[in-house]
């Protein structure tokens, strides 16, 4: 029994347990207890998380417990921290109840479970773990007209996705004779991969994962949901949930036997499309898409968290890029481009509920005159919104440099090249909302963001990172390939 | 020669920095000092002429070389000062002009609110043209050529507050910076293919065959285009006369006497590489000008007008000279001509200045007893360049048709022709002025004779005017320099291999002096003898030529509508496309702009073009698409996205 | 008799396509319904044939456990769960859960297209099963409780499961709890 | 040496940021001064040197291909040193009176400070790279905050055109780092030797990574047809930030040219040069053109610099050695006219609060010093001899006529006249003429300030320097671009074998 | 004579498409709901019927009773959102509800 390797999952399923226990009691006595206990747990299984096994072992048949999973794991519990901190500091939720917080929780240990499943089972119960606490947390705000409808939206558009994905993972099952990866790995390695069903059910599982990660053509969701939900929360999904679903699109992919011909030289950086196999090339255009769509459609939003909504669909598609060379460099870039992504898009969905919550509005319009009026709220949004674009010396950037060295590395010149200039259009409307806050003369009365101190040091943890990792990344670079060992590719292991 | 060199070129330079900056804080504005530095520029004109005269024929001394910068790979460029018989003869010739011209202007231009800024920029200019006659090398001497082309544009628009001045200025720079496109051609064809711009170096490689004969021709043709612009030939004729809205001095000084020739003395040095093509060109050029400037001068009514395209025919005359390969023919008539346009620019000043600056002569008349040493003076200018025997006119002007009738006939032809225009619209414009009746009484009455500073001048350059001719015995001087290798050069080219050769040619003398005569007789009895009513009757036949003559041949339109108005169209043009279609095409910011735009409350007309046609448009519209599927109805989310998973299923397996 | 026997075939080897051919109607009849008729009362109805259908189905692969499950849980849990659903949300119209028209082709087509994608893909291809004849039936109860506590098979997710379901319980009882008057 | 002249704006910037704001620009004045000094003395250390000097390096990511923190300086780069320092001070002055957020202003400008100068030192791509981006952040607010009415646009389109030139430049760099693994741009141009990287030849990769640094760099510059936020971030740019904007970040575009586009991929520069001169060829006679029709003045000179800087594209694609010392020195005089220039606008439109050409008139007898100072400017612009732009341009031509593409640079000489016609109209409209009584009320048009003339007559007195004594700015770079010739012309000479 | 596994699977495939169907066509949510629950049945049937044809041991079926769980789960969840929707809106009709859009 490797009960160390689950510790983090019994100690959140503990901490839900306590949430809601500690909600019942002590409702109107002690409301603060619930919130102290989730972080509180929330921080404890990510403290057993970094000591958890991580030599790759399989534990109970459904888990590998190998670093990648370990520090998606540790992701997500901080991303959790995070986000129920930033709520409280949010435009809505202020005072999140048990319910909210047990949801987090749980959502958090379907991630952490979908980063290390190697059985398909415990894969698509992971995904949907994540999906339906999701689905509540988002419509939380029971009242809210347009919390309600983007619960709506995210539990049907959710749903279906998930029902194409599962009826591609029997097909699998079928594959393979079983539900483990292994099996279908095994079953592939034996001629399955030639069958016209393993693509479809391929398909339809890349469709799920689409949903999870809000890519095209599965992307509708994400701007009505971000927009409907509490910032915090839109960052939750943006970040923690579309990680989750990257970390078990990665184990899917580890099994699929997607090696690419090695090219040398001269013919390997000619390469346009990436030829590893059928899937690769349609991840390659899903990317394309993905990321195209995103930013062009960002150009047109006026309310910030769409355009983070869109935005965040776009990031999507860089990482998708990553994926779709798959090699053992374009992974640890992928995985360096999490982490910046995760600081830079809390931070944005952070900074954007609290100006939400003083202004009463999203529109950028209304941030007029703000960059001068708050300074530091001003300049963490300017550090923060450039780094999304990916500029030096951002966080941001040299994450993107990595993703697209990784590409170039593998010889996608022209799939770089449109990542990159998918990443220059991004910074009109990123500008746009600093545009807003600095540029544009406040028209009558700007009303003065009352922010506290808590804003401040939320912000600070949340934004110092982005500025402080632009310059010092050496070593997440090392670590990133540190955790990406070359067995999670599916290759010479 | 080192030192009188560098303080001829210095003196006023100083002069200038002085007068620029302080000029107007000095005792009498500093007129003074002016007269002072180009006074020491002057003596040591003269110093270097004279030690010039005791030198061998031909001689060529560089006296001062430094090198200035070497953006190459090679030799550095330098800066040189190199004199030799023709130098010596031109800074004589300059720094006396303008030393004549600085004493006139005392008086000339008493009172002007500009005084001292006016004796600057004649310092300036001196500098520049010494710089110009001074360089030892063809990147010194276009610096010296540029310099007095500023200085011309800052002297013609002297007066700019009014506008004519301020145009004219403005049209002579471009003018002749339209010439300077030929000598930069020249300089960089000269430079590809000699790798230097030392004159003695340029004339070796062009011996040696080093400059193909092509490029040789472009260079040639360069400068010559150069020579055109600065020296108003055709086509490029069309700034002097505006010029004349310079002071009078000015006009004396920079487009009679020095400036404008110095077209001539560039050709003049630059011989050696002009083939024979180009010496054609040159001579068809000068000959024409000379005959068709004379023809405009005749329906002049301005004095300044009258002189100014006598100066352009003039020029024309010193080309033709060069053009037949007379080098030193065309030279002496620059050295003569200087003497007694200047002489006859000054003179019209001081009619203009007495009849406080009417300039039109129907106006005048009768003014030989109120001014009688400025009409006399101004007549012996008339009878100089007329050709009266035994005036400087006559011995400069009798080597140019010498020339021509042994090497073009043909041209020979038209210099005759345009000899005795010369004599003939002179006499009109002596006669216009001087004598008769006055014609305005006004104008008349409180007309004076200038101060001495006015007189002396004029006095000065009538006496060279007679005797300069004389030099005639010196043109050794203006023997090519560089000594007999540079006469050869000349010497492939023709059938003239001895100078004296056209002097002494008695029929062409005797032809010319006829010309001359004949022009002076009938100006006399046209414009003094008979009756306006037979005047009227002569001039029936002739009328469309005067329409002609008098419209100036029509080139100022031909130009306008020919290159100005379509250069503006263009730039239009260009200024609209840059706002719409370039800036939408090429990256299409204009579109994402349009949102800018709307942000800052403006839109603009032509970045909204631009939205529609970019890329960025492109970028704008697709961005709509995505957020227009974005409806709202989470039902046709669903749609699309099946039904994109379906086709895709479809098409993947059946095709 | 062996006459008689012989004029009539033995029907037992087409037993089974038959009774499949049978289930197949009522599930795809009834899917289809519930699909598309107008009443969305009437669907649930067709629903629940179609999950008996299914539950047929079930029962003749053998898995005796998921049919009864079928029964219990879709029919007498969600099935009832929706009908609860469209009984709250309806009781404002006159017509009970009557829908506005729509056009259904697109969907139709939609539908169409995937399934000609599957079928296509079905056809052109194999399992490893799909050679095997079918093993005898058996009971699987025993075998499917053994697996969901085995260890090294799906101890995981069953425990995962349970979180779930209490989270589901948590949020949708939130979400339902306190409805306005 | 150089870190410390690199940070030191940034040390300043943060000043700005704590100390009062009324003191901003002291810091700011101050922190120039001492760059001045600073680079004066780095000068002193590497004019005329063609290798490296002043060198440090400190490892920084070895993980990723081994970044490292590596300046240094030689001739070339100290020449531009030198002017972005000079031009940055005398921004400052002419930045006085901003009153608009004084100290984020002053912040940013030194920020802009560190990222031209790092540019300049930075002997590691990625060094490199991230100074060149970082620069267009407090440009963008710069221009963004401080600028004219239709600032939002104008600065976001500086910013997006700069971020897509860049965008292809990383693309190029990648390819680089990833085929030669190292980001040491010394190392990069010693292995590219005569044949270039990435395999070499005019051609395949070794030519899409050029074009990708060429499009890159031409955008800065900016080149035909890259140019059209140019004239758009100058006027709406203030008065120090279009000097900067013209003094020194268009050199960054000609800087990287010579220092990493041509070094890198001389064949494929040699391959691409009729393109590249033709482009420049238009860049001189259409900017000129277009400057002749504007109404705008700043606009109108704003296009100058369009037409201007091909020269520097025309020297460069000629590749002979008068070329890219003339395309260098057409940089560093144009660093200094333009941003007299842009003085001169903003002088008048501090008092006018216009800047149409055709509304002015006559100020030469309202404002003597200050027109005197303009015509001078216009004059040094249009080539005239005894200042530098005449330098610059008759050396880039005579270096442009000598290289392979001769009707090039005999067809650019029409931008001659037709720049000469525009200054001079300019010049007759807004200055000559009659004086309107409105322009001699002192109270509103009095004649340039101290303050002001003391921007002005250094920069005037730079140009003439540069004009009359040009052999001191050129043997600072000199050696090192004729290094780079003579790669050139062995490169055009295999690509004309092939 | 006994069915060929492609029967069963084919069924499926039929029974996923109908769902998908009804989840395109309707325009009441709880419909739509049904339409999901059609297409986790379909996938349930897929499971059973690889299990019954050549696999070892019921892994199959482990799978569709955890897929029956969840439709629970699911179902019950959004049965919650759709009447919180009713609730503040008075009606579930999917194409009524378009607020949020762009």
């Not at chain 1, 929780?105 to 119960?125: E, N, R």
């Not at chain 2, 080192?2 to 007068?19: E, H, K, S």
């Not at chain 4, 990069?188 to 070794?206: D, K, P, Q, R, V």
């Not at chain 5, 309707?26 to 690889?50: K, P, Q, S």
Request: aromatic share 10%.
């Amino acid at each position: 029994m490797d009960l160390a390797a689950l510790l983090p999952a019994i100690l959140l399923t503990a901490g839900v347990l306590a949430v809601i226990v500690a909600d019942l009691l002590g409702r109107g006595t002690s409301p603060g207890t619930p919130l102290t206990l989730a972080v509180g747990a929330l921080l404890l299984a990510g403290w057993a998380a970094m000591h958890v096994p991580t030599d790759g072992r399989l534990v109970l048949g459904a888990l590998r417990a190998d670093r990648f999973g370990q520090v998606m794991t540790l992701l997500c519990c901080g991303v959790g921290v995070v986000s129920l901190l930033a709520t409280t500091r949010g435009e809505a939720l202020r005072k999140p109840g048990g319910e909210f917080l047990a949801l987090v929780l749980v959502a958090v240990l379907g991630m952490s479970t979908l980063s290390m499943a190697v059985d398909l089972v415990t894969l698509y119960l992971a995904f949907e773990m994540v999906s339906i606490p999701s689905y509540v947390l988002v419509g939380m705000r029971r009242a809210d007209r347009l919390a309600n409808e983007a619960s709506m939206k995210y539990v049907l558009f959710g749903s279906v996705s998930s029902g194409l994905m599962l009826f591609g993972l029997t097909w699998l099952v079928g594959l393979a004779g079983g539900t483990s990866l292994e099996a279908l790995r095994a079953a592939l390695a034996n001629g399955a991969a030639e069958q016209p069903v393993f693509y479809v059910a391929c398909a339809l599982v890349l469709a799920g994962f689409s949903f999870k990660v809000s890519a095209v053509p599965f992307h509708f969701w994400a701007p009505d949901v971000y927009a409907g939900a509490p910032a915090a929360v839109g960052g939750f999904l943006a970040v923690a949930s579309k990680a989750a679903g990257f970390a078990g699109l990665v184990r899917v992919m580890g099994s699929l036997d997607l090696a690419a011909p090695a090219l040398e030289g001269a013919e390997r950086l000619g390469r346009v499309w990436p030829k590893g196999s059928a899937f690769l090339g349609l991840l390659a255009a899903v990317a394309v898409l993905t990321m195209t769509v995103g930013n062009l459609a960002a150009l047109r939003q006026r309310e910030i968290k769409r355009l983070l909504a869109w935005s965040s669909i776009a990031h999507a598609g860089y990482l998708l890029l990553a994926l779709s060379v798959w090699s053992q460099g374009a992974l640890a870039a992928m995985l360096f481009y999490l982490v910046a992504y995760l600081f830079m898009n809390l931070a944005a969905f952070l900074l954007a509920g609290v100006m939400i919550r003083e202004l009463g509005t999203g529109d950028v319009e209304a941030f007029r005159g703000l960059g001068r009026r708050v300074p530091w709220l001003g300049i963490a949004f300017a550090i923060v919104l450039f780094s999304l674009t990916g500029l030096p010396p951002l966080f941001g950037f040299v994450a993107k440099l990595q993703v697209f060295t990784a590409i170039f590395e593998q010889g996608y010149v022209w799939l770089g090249v449109i990542g990159l200039v998918n990443g220059a259009i991004s910074l009109y409307y990123y500008a746009r909302i600093l545009s807003s806050m600095y540029l544009a003369d406040p028209e009558g009365e700007v009303k003065v963001p009352r922010l506290s101190w808590a804003d401040g040091l939320l912000a600070l943890v949340l934004v110092a990172p982005v500025l402080v990792l632009g310059l010092w990344w050496g070593w997440i670079l090392e670590w990133a390939r540190a955790v990406v060992p070359v067995t999670l590719l599916g290759m010479g292991g | 020669m080192l030192t009188p060199a560098l303080v001829l070129l210095l003196a006023p330079l100083a002069g200038f920095v002085i007068q620029y900056f302080a000029g107007r804080r000095l005792p009498r504005q500093g007129d003074w000092l002016t007269l002072l530095t180009i006074g020491t520029s002057l003596a040591c004109a003269v110093s270097i002429l004279l030690t010039a005269l005791a030198e061998p024929v031909g001689f060529s001394h560089t006296v001062w070389s430094a090198a200035w910068m070497n953006p190459g790979a090679g030799d550095p460029w330098t800066v040189s000062i190199t004199i030799d018989g023709l130098t010596a003869v031109m800074l004589f010739v300059v720094t006396l002009v303008a030393f004549l011209v600085h004493l006139f202007s005392v008086g000339y231009m008493h009172g002007d609110p500009k005084y001292w800024l006016f004796f600057a920029w004649l310092q300036m200019f001196s500098v520049s043209m010494l710089i110009l006659v001074l360089a030892g090398n063809l990147l010194h001497l276009f610096i010296g050529w540029e310099l007095v082309g500023l200085c011309s544009y800052k002297l013609i628009g002297f007066w700019s507050e009014k506008k004519a001045p301020g145009n004219a200025s403005r049209k002579a720079f471009i003018t002749t910076r339209i010439g300077d496109v030929g000598m930069l051609v020249a300089i960089m064809a000269i430079y590809a293919a000699v790798g230097s711009f030392e004159f003695p170096r340029i004339f070796a490689a062009a011996q040696q065959g080093l400059l193909s004969d092509g490029w040789m021709l472009v260079a040639a043709l360069g400068v010559f285009f150069a020579a055109v612009g600065k020296s108003a030939q055709l086509p490029l004729h069309v700034w002097l006369p505006d010029a004349m809205e310079g002071p009078t001095p000015v006009s004396a000084l920079i487009h009679a006497a020095t400036m404008v020739a110095a077209g001539v003395y560039l050709v003049a040095r630059m011989m050696p590489i002009f083939p024979p093509e180009a010496l054609t060109v040159v001579a068809v050029v000068g000959g024409v000008t000379a005959l068709m400037a004379g023809l405009i001068a005749v329906a002049q009514n301005d004095i300044k007008k009258v002189l100014a395209y006598s100066t352009v025919s003039q020029l024309g005359y010193m080309f033709l000279g060069l053009g037949c390969g007379a080098w030193h023919a065309g030279l002496f008539h620059l050295t003569t001509h200087a003497f007694f346009k200047a002489l006859m620019f000054l003179g019209s000043g001081s009619v203009i200045h007495a009849c406080h600056h009417e300039q039109d002569m129907r106006k005048m008349g009768g003014l030989l007893r109120k001014l009688p040493l400025t009409g006399i003076t101004f007549g012996i200018g008339v009878l100089a360049i007329a050709g009266v025997p035994f005036l400087s006119g006559f011995y400069s002007k009798d080597a140019i048709l010498a020339a021509a009738w042994h090497r073009f006939p043909v041209l020979f032809w038209l210099g005759l022709g345009s000899a005795l225009l010369t004599a003939f619209y002179m006499t009109r414009l002596f006669v216009g002025t001087f004598l008769g009746k006055p014609k305005d009484q006004h104008v008349h009455d409180h007309a004076h004779e200038g101060p001495p500073t006015m007189t002396v001048p004029l006095l000065v350059l009538a006496v060279l005017s007679v005797v300069a001719g004389y030099g005639a015995w010196h043109t050794d001087l203006l023997a090519p320099p560089l000594g007999e290798r540079a006469v050869g050069v000349i010497q492939r080219f023709d059938t003239v291999g001895d100078t004296a050769h056209f002097e002494h040619s008695g029929f062409v003398a005797m032809l010319a002096t006829a010309a001359g005569a004949l022009g002076l007789l009938l100006g006399l009895v046209v414009f003094r003898a008979i009756s306006t009513a037979a005047k009227d009757a002569l001039r029936r036949p002739l009328a469309p030529l005067e329409a002609a003559c008098a419209s100036k041949f029509w080139f100022d339109e031909l130009y306008r509508d020919m290159f100005l108005r379509p250069a503006y169209a263009l730039a239009r043009l260009f200024s609209w496309s840059d706002g719409g279609v370039v800036d939408g095409a090429v990256n299409g910011a204009g579109a994402l702009g349009r949102r800018g735009a709307r942000v800052s409350g403006a839109t603009d007309r032509h970045v909204v073009d631009g939205a529609v046609r970019g890329s960025g448009g492109l970028a704008w519209l697709l961005g709509g698409i995505a957020s227009r599927l974005q409806g709202g109805r989470v039902r046709a989310y669903l749609g699309w996205s099946v039904a994109a998973v379906a086709l895709f299923l479809v098409l993947r397996q059946v095709f | 008799m062996s006459s008689l026997a012989l004029s009539v075939p033995d029907l037992t080897p087409y037993l089974p396509p038959m009774i499949f051919g049978s289930l197949a109607a009522v599930v795809l009849v009834g899917a289809a319904m519930a699909a598309l008729a107008p009443r969305i009362v009437h669907a649930a109805f067709a629903l629940m044939a179609c999950f008996f259908g299914v539950a047929g189905i079930y029962a003749m692969l053998g898995a005796d456990f998921l049919a009864l499950a079928q029964v219990i849980v879709y029919i007498g849990g969600i099935l009832v769960l929706l009908v609860f659903g469209i009984l709250l949300t309806g009781r404002l119209k006159g017509a009970l859960g009557m829908e506005a028209a729509t056009r259904a082709w697109p969907a139709i087509l939609a539908g169409a297209l995937l399934f000609l994608g599957l079928a296509v893909a079905l056809e052109g291809s194999s399992f490893p099963g799909s050679t095997a004849t079918p093993a005898a039936a058996e009971a699987t109860t025993a075998a499917l409780g053994r697996a969901l506590l085995d260890p090294s098979e799906y101890l995981v997710p069953f425990e995962l499961v349970s979180v779930l379901l209490l989270a589901a319980l948590v949020g949708a009882a939130y979400l339902a709890r306190r409805r306005r008057a | 040496m150089l870190s410390l002249l690199i940070f030191l704006p940034v040390l300043g910037a943060l000043l700005c940021w704590l100390l009062p704001a009324g003191q901003a620009r002291w810091v700011n004045l101050l922190a120039n001064l001492a760059t001045c000094v600073l680079a004066g003395m780095v000068a002193v250390e590497a004019a005329g040197s063609t290798s490296y000097r002043l060198e440090a390096q400190h490892a920084w990511i070895p993980a990723f291909y081994g970044i490292s923190y590596h300046v240094g300086v030689d001739g070339f780069a100290v020449s531009l040193l030198l002017l972005t320092a000079f031009v940055s001070t005398l921004g400052v002055l002419a930045s006085w009176n901003i009153e608009k957020s004084p100290k984020g202003y002053h912040a940013m400008y030194l920020l802009l400070l560190c990222g031209m100068l790092g540019v300049f030192c930075a002997l590691d791509l990625f060094l490199f790279y991230l100074f060149w981006e970082v620069m267009l952040l407090p440009m963008y607010f710069l221009i963004g905050i401080w600028g004219g009415p239709r600032r939002q646009y104008a600065s976001i389109k500086f910013f997006l055109y700069t971020l897509f030139g860049s965008v292809l430049l990383l693309a190029a760099v990648i390819m680089i780092v990833l085929k030669h693994q190292t980001w040491s741009i010394p190392e990069l141009t010693a292995a590219a030797g005569t044949s270039g990287l990435l395999g070499g030849g005019a051609g395949g990769l070794a030519l899409a990574a050029f074009l990708g640094m060429f499009i890159g760099f031409a955008i800065k510059i900016p080149a035909f047809p890259f140019h059209t936020w140019l004239p758009d971030a100058h006027v709406e740019a203030p008065t120090p930030i279009s000097m900067i904007l013209a003094g020194v970040l268009l050199k960054m575009g000609g800087y990287g040219m010579m220092r990493i586009a041509y070094p890198f991929f001389p064949e494929a520069a040699a391959g691409m040069g009729a393109v590249i001169s033709a482009l420049s060829v238009i860049a001189i006679v259409y900017g000129a053109l277009v400057a002749m029709a504007q109404n705008d003045l700043k606009k109108m000179i704003a296009y100058s610099s369009v037409s201007h800087m091909g020269f520097v594209t025309l020297g460069l694609a000629a590749g002979t050695p008068e070329g890219l010392n003339g395309a260098h020195y057409m940089m560093l005089a144009h660093g200094t006219i333009s941003a007299m220039l842009f003085m001169i606008v903003g002088v008048i439109y501090e008092r006018a609060h216009h800047r149409d050409i055709d509304r002015f008139g006559g100020l030469a007898w309202a404002m003597p010093r200050y027109s005197v100072l303009a015509s001078f400017a216009f004059f040094a612009s249009l080539g005239l001899p005894g200042l530098s732009g005449f330098i610059a341009e008759i050396t880039t031509f005579i270096g442009a006529f000598n290289g392979p593409y001769k009707l090039a640079a005999l067809v650019s000489l029409l931008g001659v006249v037709f720049t000469a016609a525009y200054y001079l109209i300019t010049l007759q409209k807004v200055y000559l003429g009659q004086t309107p009584p409105a322009y001699l009320d002192k109270a509103h048009y009095p004649d340039v300030s101290a303050r002001e003339l003391a921007v002005l007559v250094p920069l005037a007195l730079v140009t003439l320097w540069m004009g009359v004594f040009p052999a001191m700015a050129l043997d600072c770079y000199r050696d090192v671009l004729n290094g780079l010739a003579s790669t050139l012309s062995a490169a055009h000479a295999a690509v004309v074998a092939r | 004579m006994s069915l060929p596994l492609n029967a069963w699977l084919l069924l499926a495939a039929a029974l996923f498409s109908v769902g998908v169907v009804t989840v395109l066509a309707r325009r009441n949510a709880v419909a739509v709901l049904i339409g999901i629950e059609l297409m986790l049945n379909a996938a349930n049937i897929n499971l059973v019927a690889f299990d019954r044809y050549g696999a070892d041991g019921v892994r199959g079926q482990v799978f569709s009773v955890f897929v029956l769980a969840i439709a629970a789960a699911e179902a019950a969840v959004a049965l919650a959102i759709i009447l919180a929707v009713f609730d503040s809106r008075d009606r579930i009709d999917v194409d009524t509800i378009d607020s949020l859009k762009g």
